[in-house]
């Protein structure tokens, strides 16, 4: 078989000349070349055999960069540079006649005897019909001149393109590929959906942007050699490759920390995008376990703090203990030591300075898709957010009660993809957070009271002096305990999920009967996010030996905690803020003696009373009103006015809200409030 030497070598177009032989093994080489040519005569850039290379150069992104400054020195930068991207394209999708003679297109070679150094399995083989070189690819072409056949070959790609691995996306359900390719002397590699693959358009999009050399022109070539490469390699020389989206609890059991797989089955976490693998990066590790240990023991004389590293951790037992997703969060004046509470908690998995770029902690100034994004990326772990006041606004309103709403409803909205809907992203989470303004008092959702656990005040007791250094002592230690705890949890949730969630129904009943006694029903919910917590102190106790006595946290903030958790009643509340404002307006409503002095007013409606007693029977408010005063208060209109309706506070018509009134001659449609509704007997 016809060995294939470099294409630099092969001069496609009249061979090489002068001063141009040999291969360029790296971009520092090329640099080199052309400034020794560039010396002799800087015209000398437009020799074919130079363009050739400065092609070749072009066609890799960081040759390119090196390019610029060689030609700029010798002041030919700008004449040549369009010269030779246009000489780039035209080699793509040129046939070039690279070698000719003796190829056979049923001969095979390992790409091992090829590239020693490639990261593909020893059996590995280039597909038959096609070439591997340090040039590229190329594909093997038959041809018969005067009853003399002869196979030649056409470069389809200026680098060696690989398939390393056949898989399964976990998160998605979707076949994967590892593709690589040699860039300079390095291996590049990314698996991709399979799908990216087989379409000239997606695998452009797929593989630009990390270094491949692909375009439009060189890609519908490719499609065809990586097809090829698949069929022959898949059953027996491409590993089995497990991928998934998300970190936490994987199928199988194993767990995702980062990119680190802690269990039996080996998966690797795959990024959808850049972003989502620097958020896999950021679970990193510094300094020692005792280091950590002796920087947090100062938590065990602030039981906020202390919380915040059992909270920390309790996101691994979401998922044994069929947990759901919840919120702390710590609130209160600045400067009070809220964010450094957040270190505490961040110092568990990775680095936890705020003003690090490689920080766990992140800001509110972000969307609520990009949330729940990261929601769906951490699953398991603990969404860490500074500062709500940051936070975007969405109608005049923040955007932190709407988001805090769909991290702890723990799946992602349903959206639609090209052929049908895209798998819908299931989490679960801890989301810990902190702001001046406690969240529970940013939204008129009494739903959303259910889901947040609230903190007022400073953590440290006011204690400014301890706080300044403590994130320091903590960016030298990090990481350790959350791996240590995962490897433990691990380890022995086969054979003691089953006691692990014995003991979280005890401890739900415990909490959440205390609660309900003391707040009503709404707090009692908040029941199950403490027994998670009792539960996962206990835990890391015995796990990570932390440098304080075991004490109950839960029962000595549970009495702060059912405080800010207590029922509140929307509808009750949205109600008499309607009629308060009728009051102050009392001169616009037909039927009150006031308003016989102002005729020339807007009517807002009817105050209906007994000809008898004098007291007023109903309430006629124009609809406009009501939805105004409901949006300035921060309500809901619709479920507001249905939870009236439903508990009997206002006279509906029939599946109308609004009956008929009569003002005069005319009859219009009012929101009719019942007396007894308002006024208690």
Known sequence: MASIPPVESAGAEGG????????????????????????????????????????????????RAKLK??????????????????????????????????????DEERV??????????????????????CAGVFRVVKASEEGVKTSSTVRVSPRPIVLT???????????MLGVAWRAGTKWHERTVDRELTKETNRLI???????????????????????????????????????????????????????QSIGKSKIEFHG???????MASLFAQAGTLDGWRQAVAIASEFPKVELAIYASLAPVLLEPLRAASFCIDWSGGTSIGKTTTLAFAASVWGNPDPRASDTLISSWD???????????IMSGLPLLIDETKRARTKQGRSIVPEVVYAITNGQGRMRGSKRGLQVNAHWRTILLTNGETSIIDMSKDAGLVARVITLWGSPFNGNADVVSHLVRELSANYGHAGRRFVEWVVENAPAQQVDWQKRFRELHDIFTARLVADKGMVAGRIGEYLAVLELCAELAHEVLELPWDYRSPMSLLCDEIAGHS???????????????????????????????????VEVLGVWETEAVTGKWVDLGVKRSFVDEVLTRGGHDIGPMLKAWRDRGWIRTDGANLCPKFTIGVEHPRLVAIRQWAIVDD
Request: a negative charge.
């Open 165 to 175: 691995s056949w898989g399964k996306n976990l998160t998605t359900g979707r076949k």
């Open 16 to 63: 090489a000349g002068g001063g141009g032989s040999g291969a360029a093994s790296s971009s520092d080489d090329v640099c080199k070349w052309l400034a020794d040519i560039l010396a002799a005569c800087p015209t000398d850039w437009g020799r074919p055999d130079v363009l050739d290379r400065l092609a070749d150069a072009y066609d890799d992104i960081e040759q």
């Open 272 to 278: 959808a995008d850049s972003g989502d693998e620097f």
């Open 112 to 133: 091992a005897s090829i590239f020693p150094d490639a990261p593909v399995h020893p059996l590995a083989t280039v597909p038959g019909g096609w070439r591997m070189s």
């Open 205 to 259: 999009e797929a593989l630009t942007p990390w270094g491949f050399t692909v375009d439009s022109t060189t890609a519908r070539h490719v499609i065809p050699y990586l097809s090829d490469y698949e069929a022959r390699n898949v059953d027996e020389s491409m590993p089995i490759k497990v991928v998934s989206e998300q970190m936490g609890w994987q199928a199988g059991g194993s767990f995702l920390v980062g990119d």
């Open 366 to 376: 972000t969307t609520d898709v990009g949330a729940e994004r990261k929601a769906a």
């Open 69 to 106: 400054p060689v030609l700029s020195q010798y002041s030919v930068y700008r004449e040549s540079i369009k010269a030779i991207r246009e000489h780039a394209i035209r080699r793509r999708g040129k046939v070039l006649q690279l070698v000719s003679g003796d190829v056979e297109e049923g």
């Open 566 to 600: 207590r029922t509140v009643d929307r509808p009750k509340e949205a109600l008499q803020l309607v009629y308060q404002e009728c009051l102050s307006r009392e001169h616009q409503f037909v039927g009150r003696p006031s308003n016989n002095a102002y005729r020339d």
